[in-house]
């Protein structure tokens, strides 16, 4: 079995390597890069960008074996599954060690085994490394439960992205956040962004087209004088006649309203009465001979006589 259709240069290497029973470290080029320590052929860690690597500080924890073997798993999936550098060949290092010394080895047959058997599990599943999910939209009324690592995949799944990026991005193992996936896509959260084929490819010839007896063109009635004969005339002759149709004339408008015209008579002027002469202003009231013409009184009277004659 072959992790991959077209597999990684490394993995060649690890075989030569584990024949021949070298120490030291196997360091893969390309993207995501990483490295392979061995002892006498066999793998004793492994690491790479975006598996979480061991604390240093766990050198007295009784399940330091399995998480090192954890983390040789998932960075073997994350390393011989990628895209491969072009021209770049895998450089070994004789005599490097890595801190978590012997704890664990793992043979390099058994770790390619359980690589392709992994990979083949998530294929069943329907969903690799490099394929493009993106969230879709619940019925409504339906209830789907999420785990923590689901949720937080599904707050990172902002637009179409592979699980290898997520995994990046998340700072979760590969092979936890393929599982993830699938169990999101056979809930309905997410689906598979597949590719679509060319508009050529997928264009359906259309078919030949049949020699079909074309209809017969209507001709236009003869035209010609008319029989005055008596004679039975049925309706489709009348119909059918020739005699043109004439469209009957169209009512006549409603004159236009015109403004009347306002008879410009000569009115001979009235002649105008002479206005009445103004009466004559009143007398002006006598003053008492005993009043003195300078007081008060007598000129509060002539105040008067004058308001009066206005």
């Not at 923590?148 to 936890?176: D, I, M, N």
Request: charge should be neutral.
């Amino acid at each position: 079995m072959t992790v991959q259709e077209a597999e990684h240069p490394a993995i060649d290497v690890l075989r030569v390597l584990a024949i021949s029973r070298s120490s030291g470290a196997l360091e893969v080029r390309g993207l995501p890069g990483g490295a392979f320590f061995l002892h006498e052929g066999e793998v004793t860690y492994a690491e790479t960008i975006g598996v979480p690597p061991v604390p240093e500080n766990s050198d007295t924890d009784p399940e330091l074996p399995s998480m090192i073997r954890s983390t040789i798993l998932e960075a073997g999936v994350e390393m011989l599954t990628g895209r491969r550098a072009e021209g770049e060949r895998p450089l070994f290092r004789p005599g490097r060690r890595h801190w978590t010394g012997l704890r664990c080895r793992v043979a390099v047959e058994h770790l390619l085994a359980e690589i392709t058997d992994l990979i083949a599990h998530f294929r069943r599943l329907g969903i690799s490394p490099d394929d493009e999910v993106r969230l879709c939209w619940l019925p409504r009324g339906r209830t789907v439960v999420l785990d923590s690592q689901e949720w937080a995949l599904t707050g990172r799944l902002t637009s179409a992205q592979s699980p290898r990026v997520l995994a990046r991005r998340s700072g979760l193992p590969l092979t936890a956040t393929l599982a993830s996936i699938a169990s999101m896509i056979s809930s309905g959260v997410a689906k598979l962004v597949h590719t679509e084929a060319p508009a050529e490819a997928t264009r359906t010839a259309a078919p030949a087209p049949t020699d079909i007896p074309a209809a017969p063109r209507p001709q236009a009635p003869e035209t010609g004088p008319l029989d005055t004969a008596d004679r039975p005339v049925s309706a489709s002759a009348i119909l059918t006649a020739s005699k043109p149709i004439t469209t009957p004339p169209a009512p006549d408008r409603l004159p236009r309203r015109r403004p009347r015209t306002v008879e410009t008579d000569k009115v001979e002027a009235e002649p105008q009465k002479p206005a009445a002469p103004a009466p004559p202003p009143p007398p002006p009231i006598p003053l008492p001979e005993d009043l003195d013409p300078n007081s008060r009184v007598a000129i509060a009277l002539r105040v008067l006589e004058g308001l009066k004659r206005l």
